[in-house]
């Protein structure tokens, strides 16, 4: 049974950091794609990360250069790394595994990864970030 668990949410000021945790069970995540989303109050759930099974990483504009993801294969976890959070980083956050490991991208290389390319998720982890 294929099950993705994330942990590390929390409540923070703004410019605060989170350090997220995704960890498969009867899954092995570095031969897959593996995505974050996060779905803000009101709004369509939304990617703002993904690695794929080579490492190559990919970020939403609204996260890069704040944002890292990062893989311990011998923890078969994915992290990641928030810093600088604004309170419009807000919400629950998701990990999720991708049917095809070439997610993350377009054909020009920017950041693509449609939750719908993705068939199994975790539950969610809240973060909230406070002015």
């Known amino acids: 049974q294929v099950q993705l668990v994330e942990s590390g949410g929390g409540s923070v000021q703004t410019g605060g950091s989170l350090r997220l945790s995704c960890a498969g069970s009867?899954?092995?995540?570095?031969?897959?794609?593996i995505g974050w989303f996060r779905q803000a109050p009101g709004k369509e759930r939304e990617g703002v990360s993904c690695m794929r099974s080579d490492g190559s990483t990919y970020y939403a504009d609204s996260v890069k250069g704040r944002f890292t993801i990062s893989r311990d294969n011998a923890k078969n976890a994915v992290f990641l790394q928030m810093n600088s959070l604004k309170p419009g980083d807000t919400g629950p956050y998701y990990c999720?595994?991708?049917?095809?490991?070439?997610?993350?991208?377009?054909?020009?290389?920017?950041?693509?990864?449609?939750?719908?390319?993705?068939?199994?998720w975790g539950q969610g982890t809240q973060v909230t970030v406070s002015s």
């Open positions: 999720a595994r991708s049917v095809v490991d070439i997610s993350c991208s377009d054909v020009s290389g920017a950041y693509y990864s449609p939750p719908i390319e993705y068939d199994y």
């Open positions: 009867g899954i092995t995540l570095d031969r897959y794609a």
